[in-house]
């Protein structure tokens, strides 16, 4: 399905530039791939756990997933478990999928403020993907085989670096909200980097009060009603620790995905899906 979604990026990118064309954008994006299972649309949920406090919620949200039979993408950062590994044993689980957030996480308050992962040079980005890979196979006993570059802060050398680590998949900072392609997946310098819902993240919404949760509960749902009506994909980004006392907001939203229409999966999952 990799050449059909470059030719339907490249007529995004050409109709974005014209008018009466625009609109025609959306319902286009996904002519020709399909999913699994003769779904209408795909999802996946994936968490990135920075701090102690989104370690400690990982359990708990990954009973609620459960309850719904869903899975999850954890980005995980390398130095955490290298010194917790405890606090990364929910990784063992088959419906957990583990990504490669960096070793480091540059620019991270309590690790490492001084560099950004966007500034920091291609060896040493190759040498913190490959760390962090080392560890993860340790702690979580499988090797992740997607990145997510920390505070989504990617540059186009990060892709030569990527594949230099031996990773062909990322999900690092492409908006699904963003013109010409939204959520459409891409391929960027031969690695298939697959979109997020930004707006939908609860740091910007229940964290900071950009939104209630009622309002928050609308943002995802909405997400999901425009994969649906386009037959693409809606991948979530959360941080576990917003979810401490909302659990049943949680599971709210998750008792309102339409799993007979929904093919809901993990981040590798879906690049191996759209790699065949
Ligand atoms: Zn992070």
């Known amino acids: 399905m990799i050449t059909r979604l470059q030719k339907n990026a490249r007529f995004a990118r050409i ?25 209408t649309a795909a999802m996946v949920i994936s968490f990135d756990v920075d701090y102690a406090e989104d370690e400690a919620m ?10 719904f ?34 070793y480091s996480h540059p620019n991270h308050d309590l690790i490492d403020d001084t560099r950004k992962f966007s500034s920091i040079s291609r060896a040493e980005m190759i040498d913190e993907v490959k ?61 298939l980097e697959i979109p997020l819902y930004r707006r939908c993240g609860t740091y910007h919404t229940l ?13 995802v749902r909405s997400a999901l009603d425009i994969e649906l009506s386009r037959g693409g994909v809606a991948v979530f980004y959360f941080d576990p620790m917003d979810f401490s006392g909302r659990l049943t907001l949680f599971e709210e939203f998750l008792s309102g995905v339409d799993k007979d229409r929904l093919w809901v999966t993990t981040l590798g999952g879906l690049c191996r899906h759209l790699s065949t």
Not at 141 to 155: E, I, Q
Not at 161 to 169: C, E, I, R, W
Not at 207 to 219: I, N, P, Q, S, V
């Open 131 to 191: 760390r962090c890979h080392e560890i993860a196979v340790q702690v979580a006993g499988k090797p992740p085989d997607v990145f997510r570059a920390p505070h989504f802060l990617w540059t186009r050398e990060m892709f030569e670096a990527l594949k230099d680590a031996g990773y062909l998949f990322s999900s690092s900072g492409f908006y699904s909200e963003e013109a010409p392609a939204f959520s459409l997946p891409r391929i960027v310098d031969g690695v």
């Open 58 to 67: 990982m359990p708990e949200l990954m009973e609620s997933l459960r309850k």
């Open 15 to 39: 109709a974005n530039r014209i008018p009466i064309l625009r609109n025609f954008v959306g319902s286009k994006l996904f002519e020709g791939v399909s999913w699994p299972g003769e779904k």
């Open 69 to 102: 039979g869903f899975r999850a993408s954890v980005a995980c950062i390398g130095k955490w478990m290298e010194i917790r590994p405890a606090a990364y044993e929910f990784l063992r689980a088959d419906d957990v999928e583990i990504v490669n957030h960096s």
């Open 207 to 219: 964290r900071k009060g950009g939104t209630d949760e009622t309002g928050w509960l609308a943002l």
